[in-house]
């Protein structure tokens, strides 16, 4: 264990210093992970600036000793609530270019748009459910603790999210051969 582990574990009190070094060295997954729960970059930076300022909090108050894990709760639990609060916003996205530069990559990119597109349709937990499992490739046991509900009720989401998931993206396929 290092020597910053073993202060950490001593002191019930995070430092200053130890809270900014898990932050710059947390800050670009932290900003993925909030971009897949929001579906855009401004919210995601506004989900991770309230998830620290939260985290920064409770860092004085007592030993966090899954700080990344504790981060994460706070922004699914927060962009929860904000989606219940300001209800589901709709967001206009550009239609992609006719015609594409890159030939032999813009199915794949089609495909990431499609699923990221999709993804925005689920309800916030079906949607952590997912981000926590396939994106970042959590157990259902971790997603259960994260989220403050049982394994049952992970297992559902996920399972009610990926039927729809499936039929959406099935029919985005039936529409584009149709065309």
Same mark, same amino acid.
């Given at each position: 264990m290092s020597t910053s582990g073993v202060l950490r574990s001593l002191s019930a009190l995070g430092s200053e210093e130890e809270f900014n070094e898990f932050v710059v060295g947390a800050l670009p997954r932290l900003l993925r992970f909030g971009h897949m729960l929001t579906g855009n970059p401004a919210s995601a930076e506004d989900l %991770?600036? /309230?998830?620290?300022?939260?985290?920064?909090?409770?860092?004085?108050l007592r030993r966090i000793d899954d700080p990344h894990a504790f981060v994460r709760k706070i922004m699914v639990n927060s962009h929860t609530s904000w989606y219940h609060r300001l209800g589901a916003r709709e967001s206009a996205f550009a239609d992609p270019p006719e015609e594409s530069t890159n030939v032999d990559e813009s199915g794949r990119v089609d495909d990431r748009d499609a699923l990221r597109r999709a993804l925005? /349709?689920?309800?916030? +937990?079906? +949607?952590? %459910?997912? %981000?926590? +499992?396939?994106? #970042?490739?959590?157990? #259902?046991?971790?997603?259960?603790?994260?989220?403050? /509900?049982?394994?049952?009720t992970v297992k559902s989401q996920a399972s009610r999210a990926l039927k729809r998931l499936n039929a959406m993206l099935r029919s985005d396929d039936a529409g584009q051969a149709a065309k």
């Open positions: %991770v600036q /309230t998830a620290l300022a939260r985290s920064w909090h409770a860092w004085r925005l /349709t689920l309800p916030p +937990r079906q +949607r952590a %459910v997912i %981000v926590l +499992r396939y994106y #970042e490739d959590l157990s #259902e046991l971790e997603i259960a603790a994260l989220m403050g /509900t049982s394994p049952g």
